[in-house]
């Protein structure tokens, strides 16, 4: 499957995003799904992951109870809304998916294929 995320954009302390993600090439609902991010300066970290059925997800303690990780398997899309946004969410936002591996992995290692990242910049 080949990704591409898209929907990031310049937006307020306190205002909200939602990223999409298409896959195309093959079906969404073979693979489970993540999303991870790039700040400026820093390494890439787990942000969210979404099973393959859409029933079980698993968030980053900084996240929790602003972010929500989705998917519409017969769009073949996954999304993150995002609330809440703070300064320190400024960052590439990239969606990821492996098709063989542990549902709930937080590890960029296991995830095989990546979509260009989205940016997404909170200002103050």
């Known amino acids: 499957v080949q990704l591409q995320a898209s929907g990031g954009g310049l937006v307020q302390v306190g205002g909200s995003l939602r990223l999409s993600c298409v896959g195309s090439g093959d079906a969404m609902r073979n693979y489970i799904m993540g999303w991870f991010r790039q700040p400026p300066g820093k390494e890439r970290e787990f942000i969210a992951t979404?099973?393959?059925?859409?029933?079980?997800?698993n968030y980053v303690d900084f996240v929790k109870g602003r972010f929500t990780i989705s998917r519409n398997n017969a769009e073949n899309t996954m999304y993150l809304q995002m609330n809440t946004l703070e300064p320190e969410d400024t960052a590439v936002y990239y969606c990821a998916a492996v098709r063989f591996g542990r549902s709930g992995s937080r590890a960029e290692s296991e995830y095989r294929t990546w979509g260009r990242g989205t940016l997404v910049t909170v200002s103050s």
């Open positions: 979404i099973s393959r059925g859409g029933g079980s997800t």
